[in-house]
């Protein structure tokens, strides 16, 4: 069983930088896609960015493209989001989120780490 541990979401100040982990245990995942969703108070789930474990790959929400980057280390099984230029905007809880290749549909989830980010 998948599971999905997130970890370094704090206060920050609009402009500055972070970065959130995720550690994967439970799989191997040579064969998995790793997703970063966020939610804000009161708005629904977003997807950020994701990255294909076996080659590295990966996509970005136009909202996040040049500010974030999503990196993997494969010694770790863990799954980073590196975040620059921060906005207000960016404030949510960040989850890490995990796929086989061929699926459509996230199918675990960890249980999140917030972001504020203050203006």
């Known amino acids: 069983q998948v599971q999905l541990v997130e970890s370094g979401g704090k206060l920050v100040q609009a402009g500055g930088s972070l970065r959130i982990s995720c550690v994967a245990s439970g799989r191997t995942f040579s064969n998995y896609v790793m997703g970063w969703f966020r939610q804000a108070p009161g708005k629904e789930r977003e997807f950020v960015a994701r990255?294909?474990?076996?080659?590295?790959?990966?996509y970005y929400a136009d909202s996040v493209k040049g500010r974030f980057t999503i990196s993997r280390d494969n010694a770790e099984n863990t799954v980073y989001l590196q975040m620059n230029s921060l906005k207000p905007a960016d404030t949510a809880v960040y989850y890490c989120a995990a796929k086989r290749v061929r699926s459509v549909v996230y199918d675990s989830w960890g249980r999140g780490t917030q972001v504020t980010v203050s203006s």
């Open positions: 990255i294909v474990w076996s080659d590295g790959s990966t």
